[in-house]
């Protein structure tokens, strides 16, 4: 028979409690799974690194979208360059580095993307062409000074100030009337 | 009298430059001038001359096939430039698959979608949008847009079975018939 005096509660309502601790037990169990695995399973993967707006805007300032000329990337506000800016901005959160995604860039949009362009084929002219117009420019200017300098009347017939000059002035516009006149 | 002093000034002016300066400055600005003619000429020169072959190309597309111009002899071609961003792109969207699924069964004509200055993600989102079944691809570069010179999207080209440019369309399709009045001629022959 059942031993009351040892236990405060019969066989079968002890077999109650149990079970009902059990039930407990399992469903705070499923609970706290339904609650935590989710989100560690969401966050496991791939935890994305945030990127700020200057770290993306820091590499598009670099960088030129064909659709709108000359608007730097960083400050263009159509679609087209937003889509852009998201693009690097999901490139620098897998760890590319900026070398990296500029080259990504030009590999898929052409050397045009990149405000300063690579030096090769014609792009050298960007390069070479300046300094040689500025030497070019620097050597025409020193031959003029040189050549003026040389067709300069010397010291000694300058110094015999306005008079001779003007005579010579005098002569020069008398011939040219003369001649004006013959006409 | 004055034709003597004018030569005299040029006699100074001469001497006082030496020659294979002048040769380099002159030289130099000829070259300049040269430069800028060949680029104005090839800017303003394009791929936009009915009856001009049209220019050669590779499109890889979004699931990795290659499709060559030049392996197309005998089909006509319907190259379509557009991106993800366009909207006037998606005004023409149902028309160019309505038009596909139409000549698709003939096998003689091919369309060819290709996505400029568009990011894959979007442009792949872009053609689920819009169910669009004929092959797509990135422009590579930039590459088929310059060889086009396309002056933005979109903007289409139709290629005849003997590879000239028999149409083109630089703003959206408006109606399939208009598609079918610009391919059915290419097909009579």
Redesign the interface.
Known sequence: MYDNQSHPYPFRMRRVITASFWVVGLLSLASMILIFVPQASAQNPTPTPAISDDQVNAIAKEMY???CENTPLDVCP???CA??R??IREKLAEGWSEAQIKQYF?????D?VLATPPARGLNW?VYV?PP??IL?GV??LY??F???R??APPPAQASPPAVGSTLNGDE?VR??EE?LRKR | ??EV?TESTQE??VR???RW?RI??WG?LAI?LA?LFFGLLRTQSGGKRIGAPAPEFTLTTFDGQTYRLKELRGKVVVVNFW???CKPCEQEADELETAWRYYQPRGDVLFLGVAW???D??SLEYLQKFGITYPNG?D????M??AYRIT?VPETYIIDRDGKLAYFKLSPFLSVEEIKSAIDPLLED
């Open positions: 979208c064909p659709v159509t679609q087209a889509e852009w998201e693009l030009v590999d898929r949009f052409g045009r002219l062409f040689i117009a070019l050597f025409l031959s003029a040189r050549a003026w040389r067709s020069y011939r040219l001649e | 009298m004055s002093i100074v002016t006082s430059r030496p300066g380099l400055a130099g300049l430069l991106a993800s961003w200055t568009d990011t993600k979007k990135p590579l570069g930039t590459r847009a310059q933005g």
